[in-house]
């Protein structure tokens, strides 16, 4: 199985690193704020109590799904399936389903359409184009591969219409 990792942009990287040190200083507050607080002073002890399950549970929550953007967010491909995992949301295609891949070097993105006309757009290192185009068509030798070059502003076939 070949996995490539989701690319993230710098700015995306940069909000998740800054999300996740949000959650420790709203942690670090929650904390705070229990320690400060008393409970016996509220005419509802149950009330209180809520707030403080809600407070400690929402960063923890987000905690988690942010770190697992991190570190499972990838594509994989195997000799049946291609999979993308996207932190905790995985989805799962058969290879023989993919018709065509579609590499636009005018906005340098790489394309995977289906037979169900349904498509998804694969962010990943511009370096790992034509491995991740290779494993895909490895696994279905049907795959129609594609450039839409810059020059021509049409569409060039590569190696002519299937890449073997």
């Known amino acids: ?22 959650c420790f200083i709203g942690t670090g507050i929650n904390v705070y704020t229990i320690a ?9 002890p149950v009330y209180p109590i809520i707030q403080y ?10 905690l988690v799904l942010l770190i697992s ?3 499972s967010s990838h594509y994989s491909v195997d000799e049946k399936y291609f999979r993308t995992s996207f932190g905790i949301i995985k989805s799962k295609y058969e290879i023989s389903e993919i018709e065509t891949v579609i590499l636009d070097r005018t906005t340098n993105k790489l394309t995977v359409y289906f ?19 290779d494993a895909l068509c490895s696994a279905n030798r049907n ?15 590569n190696d002519g219409d ?3």
């Open 53 to 62: 399950v809600l407070m400690f549970l929402i960063p923890a929550v987000l």
């Open 36 to 44: 400060t607080g008393d409970i016996k002073s509220a005419a509802n």
């Open 143 to 157: 795959i129609e591969f594609t450039i839409k070059s810059k020059e021509s502003g049409g569409e060039d076939k």
């Open 162 to 164: 299937k890449k073997n």
């Open 115 to 133: 037979k169900n006309n349904s498509f998804i757009v694969v962010v990943v290192r511009e370096e790992w184009y034509n491995e991740f185009i």
């Open 1 to 22: 199985m070949k996995r490539f990792k989701y690319k993230f942009s710098k700015l995306v990287t940069v909000l998740i690193y800054v999300s996740i040190a949000l």
């Open 69 to 71: 953007l991190l570190i």
